[in-house]
C-alpha cells in the first residue's frame, strides 16, 4: 500500500470524534492544535475533554453516535471500545465520502495519524503505514532529539525573510538563491551561535 503524505488544513473545518476517552483525548488535543471546529460525541469524557467543552473548545454531545452527527462533518475520528460502534461510523462515513480513522483499526481507516515532531510550524510527519506505530514512536523520539526548539523561531524569521523578497522586485532566479542561502545549514548554524542576552537575542 502506497500513502499519499499530506497536510491538510483543518481550521474552521467541521471534524467528529466518536469517543472522548484517553486513547480519543490526544486524537482531539490534535484536532484542536489545528484550529478545527470540534464535535465531540461520547456518553463519558476524560477530566481534559470535559474542561474544553466547559472552555467551549469545543462542542460534546453526552450521548451514544448517530448517524445524523455525520451530518456536514470534514473528517471523522472513531475512538471507542465498542466494536458495533466503531463499524457502524465507518460503514455510514464511506457511504457519506468522509474521511475516517478508526483507532486501533488500520482496514477501517482512510488516513493515519503519523509520529510528529513539532518544532512551532516546523513539522516532521512518520508514517508506517500502520504497520508498526511503535517504530514510528520510536523515531519520532529520535527526531526530537536531533532537531532543536530554535528551529521554531528561526522558521519564523525565514517566512518572514521571504515575504519581503517576494515583496520585493529582485530578479526571480537570485531571490531563489537568497532563500536558499538563508536557510542553509551555515545560515542556522549562525543563528545558532549568536549570543543570548537577558532571554533576548543580542
Not at 467541521?14 to 489545528?34: D, F, H, N, P, Q
Not at 525573510?161 to 532566479?173: I, M, N
Request: include cysteine.
Amino acid at each position: 500500500m502506497t500513502l499519499f503524505p499530506i497536510f491538510l488544513k483543518l481550521e474552521d473545518r467541521s471534524c467528529l470524534v466518536v469517543g472522548a476517552g484517553r486513547i480519543a483525548e490526544s486524537k482531539i488535543r490534535s484536532l484542536l492544535i489545528s484550529r478545527a471546529k470540534v464535535r465531540v460525541v461520547a456518553p463519558s469524557a476524560t477530566p481534559a475533554v470535559s474542561s474544553w467543552a466547559r472552555a467551549g473548545a469545543l462542542h460534546w454531545d453526552a450521548r451514544p453516535f448517530q448517524r445524523a452527527d455525520l451530518n456536514a462533518i470534514f473528517l471523522v475520528v472513531v475512538a471507542t471500545s465498542i466494536p458495533d460502534v466503531n463499524a457502524l461510523v465507518y460503514r455510514e462515513a464511506r457511504l457519506r465520502g468522509i474521511l475516517c480513522n478508526v483507532v486501533d483499526d488500520p482496514e477501517r481507516c482512510d488516513f493515519y495519524y503519523p509520529a510528529v515532531v513539532r518544532r512551532g510550524d516546523l513539522q516532521i510527519a512518520i508514517s508506517t503505514g500502520g504497520n508498526s506505530p511503535a517504530l514510528a514512536q520510536r523515531l519520532r523520539r529520535e527526531f526530537e532529539a536531533q532537531i532543536a526548539p530554535i528551529y521554531a523561531g528561526w522558521l519564523e524569521e525565514l517566512g518572514q525573510a521571504r515575504k519581503k523578497l517576494f515583496a520585493s522586485s529582485l530578479d526571480p532566479e537570485h531571490r531563489r538563491a537568497l532563500l536558499h542561502a538563508a536557510a542553509s545549514r551555515q545560515s542556522f548554524d549562525a543563528r545558532r551561535a549568536e549570543p543570548v542576552v537577558s532571554g533576548g537575542r543580542s
